[in-house]
């Protein structure tokens, strides 16, 4: 590694950190905090109305386990209800309550707001600079997280 890119990381590093400071990835609903595992959860389920454990599993690339448990902290919530499977009896799906539906809404929409805030400050060819390389960089980290041969 060279010095440049020692130095750029440890940039990149304490970007993320005033990142996490400015609460882009949280959102906090009066007393009850929601994770960003539970945004996460919540916006698959959003998305796909009726999926199951499996699905979200799949999409999210964790583990069912994982899934099940995220999910019952969202059903105590009264965030997520399971509904049995029409056509399959043994298995459940998923969706959001209307309370769900509303906190997943509250958190796109305070999401939104932030990440306004954020792009504020730049020329749109700047923000469009910004989006193009962070959107590149991403790519390849996530191309490499999926090579096989890791």
């Known amino acids: 590694m060279t010095d440049k890119q020692a ?7 304490e970007l993320m950190k005033r990142v996490r400071k400015l609460g882009l990835d949280t ?9 960003p595992a539970q945004m996460a959860l919540l916006d ?3 998305a796909s ?5 499996q699905d979200i599993a799949d999409g999210l690339g964790l583990t069912p386990p994982t899934v099940s448990v995220g ?8 965030l997520v209800e399971r509904k049995p499977n029409p056509m399959d009896g043994r298995s459940i799906q998923f969706f959001l309550t209307r309370r769900g539906q509303a906190v997943q809404r509250q958190i796109q929409d305070s999401h939104h707001n932030k990440f306004r805030r954020l792009l504020a400050g730049l020329i749109p060819q700047e923000q ?4 193009g390389l962070l959107e590149k ?6 191309a490499e997280n999926s090579d096989p041969a890791d």
């Open 27 to 35: 959102q906090s609903l009066g007393d009850s905090p929601v994770s």
């Open 7 to 13: 130095i750029a990381e440890e940039r990149f590093f």
């Open 71 to 78: 999910v019952r902290k969202l059903e105590e919530s009264n």
């Open 49 to 53: 109305p009726g999926c199951s454990v």
């Open 128 to 131: 469009e600079t910004l989006l």
């Open 137 to 142: 960089a991403l790519n390849v980290a996530e």
């Open 44 to 46: 698959w389920i959003a």
